[in-house]
């Protein structure tokens, strides 16, 4: 596709139950990155995929949060029994690699438009 | 962990002004990032620029990475440069970003 997509735009929940939010990166990059940002804040890091090799999910806030990427493409966050303070934006990110084998592995990073989560 | 500072936290222009957002990062790094957030939230990419300087229309950023800083210059700001900008640099090799606070900045007619 032409950017990175997510699903859905916004999402209102009730206290307690469990959401799904779905990234979609931009095709042919191999690194997917998943941040959230609370009203007013910057953006902070929560997990990143990079081609097969196990996710770095040391940004996860509590084990209520998972994620995981299917066939190297389409990625899943999952937010188990939601509590108010999850409400925010969650933004996903993806990059291409870099090659000739430098240190820093990936180009920039693009980005979705965000699922916006609200929890009564 | 890399702490990444921006200044002023808010500017307010005049259409037409032009404006200098400050980016300093506590150590080295092998690239930065400058990104715009409009109103509805999006993260428009504005500058990937490791060091240097590179302009793109009336916007040009310069990273200085010995001195551990970078800078974004906006030369007659536009009601539609409007939004919140970040600077957001690689914390490790696979490019997991450390985002500065914002700028926030509001052009007004």
């Known amino acids: 596709g032409a950017g990175v997509s997510q699903s859905p735009s916004n999402k209102v929940t009730e206290k307690g139950k469990d959401v799904e939010l779905r990234c979609d990166p931009i095709?042919?990059?191999?690194?997917l990155y998943w941040y959230r940002q609370r009203l007013g804040q910057g953006l902070e890091f929560l997990i990143y995929?990079?081609?097969?090799?196990?996710?770095?999910k040391s940004g996860l806030p509590s084990d209520r949060f998972s994620a995981e990427r299917t066939g190297g493409s389409v990625s899943t966050l999952t937010i188990q029994r939601t509590q108010q303070e999850d409400s925010a934006v969650y933004l996903c990110?993806?990059?291409?690699?870099?090659?000739?084998?430098?240190?820093?592995?990936?180009?920039?990073?693009?980005f979705g438009p965000g699922t916006r989560l609200t929890v009564l | 962990g890399i702490q990444v500072e921006q200044s002023p936290p808010d500017l307010i222009l005049q259409e037409g002004a032009n404006s200098t957002l400050r980016c300093n990062f506590s150590d080295s790094v092998n690239n930065l990032q400058w990104f715009h957030q409009n109103p509805w939230g999006q993260l428009i990419n504005l500058f990937y620029?490791?060091?240097g300087t590179k302009q793109n229309g009336r916007l040009s950023a310069t990273t200085v990475a010995t001195e551990r800083y970078s800078l974004l210059y906006i030369s007659s700001s536009q009601t539609t440069d409007s939004g919140v900008y970040f600077c957001?640099?690689?914390?490790?090799?696979?490019?997991?970003?450390?985002f500065g606070a914002g700028t926030q900045v509001v052009v007004t007619p």
């Open positions: 957001a640099v690689p914390t490790d090799s696979w490019g997991k970003l450390q």
């Open positions: 990110a993806s990059s291409s690699p870099r090659r000739g084998g430098a240190k820093f592995k990936y180009n920039e990073q693009f």
């Open positions: 620029i490791p060091s």
């Open positions: 095709s042919g990059h191999t690194a």
């Open positions: 995929f990079q081609g097969n090799s196990a996710p770095d």
